[in-house]
């Protein structure tokens, strides 16, 4: 059974910073940071291949910073420059390769950016 664990979320003013970790049970192609805000669709933010292909959504970019660790099957989101729109549950993903959509889903972690 895979399982994604995140960790990092809080409360925080605006203009400053969170990291968030996601770890893996297993090895998984893409994994990738979702969020959803109140009233909002699930988006993602930033997405990372096991070969390093990276994906940032026009919102966060230059403020934030995708990367992960393949041989802790860790994945991770550097988050500077914190809007209080940034505000929003925070789910780690993951698809193989041959997945057209994300398969696997964290429980989440709640980031809450105030003015």
């Known amino acids: 059974q895979v399982q994604l664990v995140e960790s990092g979320g809080g409360l925080v003013q605006a203009g400053g910073s969170l990291n968030l970790s996601c770890a893996a049970s297993?090895?998984?192609?893409?994994l990738g940071w979702h969020r959803q805000g109140p009233g909002k669709e699930r988006e993602l933010v930033a997405s990372v291949s096991s070969g390093g292909s990276i994906y940032y959504a026009d919102s966060v970019k230059g403020r934030f910073t995708i990367s992960r660790d393949n041989a802790k099957n860790t994945l991770y989101l550097q988050m500077n420059s914190l809007k209080p729109e940034d505000t929003a549950m925070y789910y780690c993903g993951g698809r193989h390769t041959a997945d057209n959509e994300y398969r696997y889903w964290g429980q989440g972690t709640q980031v809450t950016v105030s003015s």
């Open positions: 297993v090895s998984i192609f893409t």
